[in-house]
């Protein structure tokens, strides 16, 4: 009877745990986004820079503020110039944790691979569509008070 060699039980679990890391990846829908960190100031608030967002543009950010309480969302301005804001999560999956990916003017679901018109987002919708984010311009920039990004923790804890 032949023995196992040590250096074949780390190759196996080398690849074991590749595997699993790639697999992670592909079922949390991150790849190829990259999620800028937001944290509130001192009035509670969330100021961000839009003047520099081209059409069918979308950025991803991610909250996060002294409780530890992370809340994914993001901005896009549709072909028409229009602000669009929501969480980075659906009514129907928001547990997998899956999020969109932004493709030439939609809004593409992770996970029911369903694709929504960017300008379509602040309407809302339920099902496989973003969660609308409550907002205000100011100036050219984007306002979003805490209390309304709190309101979404739930699909990400």
């Known amino acids: 009877m032949r023995r196992f ?8 679990l080398a690849l074991f745990m590749t ?16 999620f800028q960190r937001v944290a509130p100031d001192r009035e ?8 520099d967002l ?9 909250f996060l503020n002294a409780g530890n309480q992370e809340v994914k969302f993001f901005v896009g301005r549709d072909e028409d110039g229009v602000i669009q804001v929501a969480f980075d999560a659906a009514e129907n999956d ?12 939609w809004v593409v ?5 369903t694709a929504g018109r960017l300008s379509e ?3 809302g919708g339920g099902g496989c569509r973003p969660v609308p984010l409550q907002h205000r311009l100011e100036s ?12 979404g923790w739930r699909y990400f804890r």
Do not use: H, W
Request: charged share 30%; aromatic share 6%; net charge positive.
């Open 140 to 151: 050219g920039r984007l306002v979003l008070e805490e209390r309304d990004i709190l309101s």
């Open 109 to 113: 679901n992770n996970k029911c691979d």
């Open 19 to 34: 595997a699993v890391l790639a697999a992670e990846m592909v079922l949390t829908g991150s790849g190829g986004r990259d």
């Open 54 to 62: 081209e059409p069918n543009d979308v950025q991803f950010y991610r």
């Open 94 to 105: 928001y547990r997998r944790k899956r999020g969109f990916r932004s493709e030439d003017g």
């Open 5 to 12: 060699k040590p250096a074949y039980g780390v190759a196996l």
């Open 121 to 123: 987002v602040n309407a």
């Open 44 to 51: 509670g608030r969330v100021v961000l820079e839009v003047t």
